[in-house]
């Protein structure tokens, strides 16, 4: 294998090369949130004037067509240059309507470059079209629906019929950020200009799956925890880092040591998650896993001041964060943090000791179980001492039976009846909850190890449910066969008393594909679920194609064994329950 680093735009601009998408491959998949992540990223290396790595692309050579012109097969990275592509063919359009030409300025670290200026039609045929011999051809070649949008957008045509609306949702998005007031057309050619690219090319006996593989599914994911705090001590020396990782981060994470999901610092998340919320008060950070992309934007347009003065706040606000999960287990309860909603400058964190405060809090596991349990038995107190009732079913216009139990996003679950007998009622929620990705990362994983059987069975249960209704969700054996098709591995059995249907549950406990479909809760909308013609994709537990996906049930009610890769956001949560209908 061939390892080059290379600017991009001298990648993707090399002469008489056409980058193709084997059909093999997934359907371009980016959503709006991606490309705004991409949109900042660009625009703060352009005004910062600095380098910035956007991936690793990994492709084979395909040969040369009849008319000279060299095809290369993008294995791994494919989303990320189908995005740039749109990304360049908005700005293309964007030069033309105002008639504006970009400086071709030279940075200072790309010495030896001849300064080239760039109207739109210089832009156009060096980064949107090559040449096979007299004919003009697309420069990125995607497949299916993709590819003939990609190419209606880049030829100036009209959109095909068959329309690929993640093509065409994305080059509206970029092309409004390019009309927004402010807009600078220059900075943004110089992030372009900025970005590194480690192109692999693959030689006879390499095997592209092998690693592909290898790229994408070996060793744990970085938490939002995790890459914040290398946002802040990357820039510092050594004997720096040691210093502020000793001071102020190390306890931190010694504050939240009790997380049941301690490889994913999932309290500390929260915490982080929280005080970003609270300090930038336009943010609304609905999808967890991005809590590092609004980090990213508030450091770069709001923060003045040293990464020693934002580490002393977070670390004084996860100090209270953290009593807070003492003096309500289970739940956060931001309406504690009133305060500092109305402060104007930093959030007013009362002072604390540096160390001794924070170590004497950690240790005290003893005193800190009576007050949990004290906190339980107040609970259970409150909602009285009565078991909650038997649920009563009703049936619905629809024919089935159904039932509520439960709240989630400020209202009552209403649930479908899947199976019941005198003991006992399967049942799945009506509509789809909330969003998750099925792991926090695209990475291998099954049900019994993913993030979201984690957190349905921890989070999920303790905020959907009081401590009286918890009582009646029994525990289910729950076994995940593997895929035999796709030579994919189910996991081991676990215990859930939340799960997700499998492949084969879905297909046998529904009567229809029309039964399958799923509308999304407000909550769920807001939270930004998929929604295709007012249904969603949800998740299955079943293994998918690779051990990176999982099986899913599209909008319009078909199940796909196929599945969608694991950190896919915007898939539905339709969680599955077993209550006991007996005392």
């Not at 491959?25 to 490309?35: F, N």
């Not at 896993?289 to 670390?315: A, C, P, V, W």
């Not at 905020?463 to 969700?473: G, H, I, V, W, Y």
């Not at 054996?477 to 593997?482: E, F, G, L, P, R």
Request: net charge negative.
């Amino acid at each position: 294998m061939k390892i080059n680093q290379q600017w991009y735009l001298d990648f993707i601009g090399q002469d008489r090369t056409q980058f193709t998408i084997p059909r093999y491959q997934r359907a371009y998949s980016w959503l709006k949130i991606q490309c705004e992540e991409l949109w900042e990223d660009v625009m703060r290396v352009g005004r910062d004037q600095v380098s910035h790595f956007i991936s690793t692309t990994l492709y084979l050579d395909a040969g040369v067509t009849p008319d000279g012109t060299r095809r290369l097969d993008i294995i791994d990275g494919q989303q990320r240059i189908a995005s740039t592509t749109i990304l360049l063919t908005a700005l293309r359009d964007y030069l033309r309507e105002t008639g504006t030409v970009l400086e071709g300025c030279v940075l200072a670290n790309q010495p030896g470059v001849e300064p080239r200026d760039f109207d739109a039609d210089a832009l156009h045929n060096s980064f949107l079209v090559t040449r096979d011999g007299d004919a003009e051809v697309l420069r990125v070649q995607l497949i299916g629906p993709d590819r003939t949008t990609l190419a209606a957008l880049v030829m100036g045509e009209p959109l095909p019929e068959h329309v690929s609306s993640r093509v065409r949702d994305n080059y509206a998005y970029f092309s409004g950020r390019m009309h927004e007031e402010g807009f600078d057309p220059q900075i943004l050619w110089r992030g372009l200009r900025e970005l590194l690219v480690v192109a692999s090319e693959l030689g006879e006996n390499d095997k592209a799956q092998t690693i592909f593989e290898s790229l994408n599914t070996k060793g744990l994911p970085l938490t939002g925890a995790d890459l914040i705090r290398n946002y802040l001590l990357v820039s510092e020396s050594h004997a720096e880092q040691q210093r502020l990782y000793k001071e102020y981060w190390q306890p931190m994470e010694l504050m939240f040591r009790d997380d049941s999901l301690s490889s994913g610092s999932l309290k500390l998340n929260t915490g982080l998650r929280m005080w970003l919320t609270i300090r930038c008060k336009r943010m609304v950070i609905s999808d967890r896993s991005r809590t590092y992309h609004y980090f990213k934007i508030y450091m770069n347009t709001q923060f003045d001041g040293t990464s020693e003065d934002l580490l002393d706040e977070l670390r004084s606000f996860c100090y209270l964060w953290a009593q807070n999960y003492s003096l309500n287990p289970g739940r956060a309860h931001c309406s504690k943090f009133e305060w500092a909603k109305r402060s104007q400058g930093k959030t007013l964190i009362p002072p604390m000791a540096r160390s001794a405060d924070i170590m004497r809090m950690t240790r005290s596991k003893s005193r800190e179980q009576i007050m949990l349990e004290q906190m339980e038995k107040q609970k259970e107190r409150l909602q009285g001492t009565k078991a909650c009732p038997v649920p009563t079913f009703r049936t619905t216009e629809a024919g089935h039976e159904a039932t509520t139990f439960g709240r989630w996003g400020g209202e009552p679950i209403e649930w479908r009846v899947l199976e019941r007998d005198d003991e006992s009622a399967l049942i799945i929620a009506e509509k789809v909850l909330d969003t998750f990705p099925y792991h926090s990362t695209y990475s291998g994983t099954t049900w019994h190890d993913c993030y979201l059987r984690s957190w349905a069975n921890s989070t999920f249960v303790e905020e959907a449910f009081t401590s009286a209704e918890s009582k009646r969700l029994m525990d289910n054996q729950v076994h995940t066969a593997d895929d035999e098709l796709w030579d994919t591995v189910g996991g081991e059995d676990c215990q859930d008393k939340v799960f997700l249907l499998s492949f084969e549950e879905a297909l046998n406990l529904f009567g229809s594909a029309q039964e399958r479909i799923a509308a999304p809760t407000d909550y769920a909308v807001k939270a930004g679920v998929y929604v295709e013609n007012g249904y969603c994709l949800w998740w299955l537990r079943s293994p998918g194609h690779g051990q990176g996906f999982a099986s899913t049930v599209w909008p319009v009610g078909g199940v796909d064994t196929a599945g969608s890769g694991v950190g896919r956001p915007g898939v539905g949560f339709r969680p599955v329950i077993r209550l006991k209908l007996k005392d």
